[in-house]
């Protein structure tokens, strides 16, 4: 089966889907996910199994039951938070909405290039703003381990002015950058194409769902360019993530 085929096929077990599916059902689905590419959904559909029930059958071999068992604590906020809040909402998938085909290195056309593009960027990135921002991410993961240590570094990355710090140490140096070739400012058209097809993914699935509550879960550097994106949308507002995070 290809992948649009899974795909296709995941569409329609989902139309059709019980509201207690048996374990038979959750162990085809999640073969089924892993087959379209959807590794994280299929690790939903297999952590809301009862613990004898993950097992081979169903359209699940020992290689994927395998696969699946590897990653249940696999260190990656999308296994560790989102997929246990799917599973423990009630929820039947994630929706992966980080795009990388703006990816393309096409403008430097020899090692010399990128490593030219390497060199012009790592030297934008040596500025005050952003020794302070790496300042105060160390202390952050000093403490992760502590009572509120996690809590704590999502508090930070999501505070009020933190995007105007992403942007001087960032973006925004990158754009200074003074090569002729204009390394940084292909490297700031790159990150805003990557937004814009997330923000395109994201207001895709909530066009699908109207009246759908999406929280998404993605890099803080990414998340003032699809805020000032999403909301030029007519249908969709945005929540205070103040609010969720206290």
Excluded: C
């Amino acid at each position: 089966m290809d992948v649009a085929s899974a795909t296709a096929e995941v569409e329609r077990a989902l139309a059709d889907w019980p509201a207690e599916p048996g374990p038979q059902r959750r162990r085809h689905l999640a073969a089924l996910f892993l087959a379209a590419g959807d590794p994280a959904s299929a690790m939903v559909q297999w952590l809301s199994l009862p613990g004898p029930e993950r097992h081979a059958g169903d359209g699940l071999d020992d290689p994927l039951v395998t696969q699946l068992r590897q990653g249940e604590n696999k260190r990656d906020e999308t296994v560790l938070v989102a997929v246990r809040l799917a599973v423990r909402l009630g929820l039947q998938r994630v929706w992966p909405v980080d795009d990388h085909t703006a990816d393309s290195d096409t403008p430097l056309d020899t090692p010399g290039d990128a490593r030219a593009y390497g060199a012009a960027l790592s030297a934008a990135w040596q500025n005050p703003a952003n020794r302070e921002r790496a300042t105060q991410e160390a202390r952050l993961i000093a403490d992760i381990d502590g009572p509120d240590g996690v809590l704590a570094l999502y508090r930070a990355l999501n505070a009020p002015g933190m995007g105007m710090v992403v942007y001087q140490s960032d973006f925004g140096a990158a754009l200074r950058e003074p090569s002729p070739q204009g390394y940084g400012r292909q490297y700031v058209g790159y990150w805003e194409t990557r937004n814009l097809r997330i923000a395109a993914n994201i207001r895709e699935i909530v066009g699908q769902h109207p009246g759908m509550r999406l929280m998404s879960l993605i890099g803080a550097s990414h998340r003032p360019y699809l805020e000032a994106y999403l909301d030029q949308m007519h249908d969709v507002s945005l929540d205070d993530v103040e609010a969720l995070l206290h």
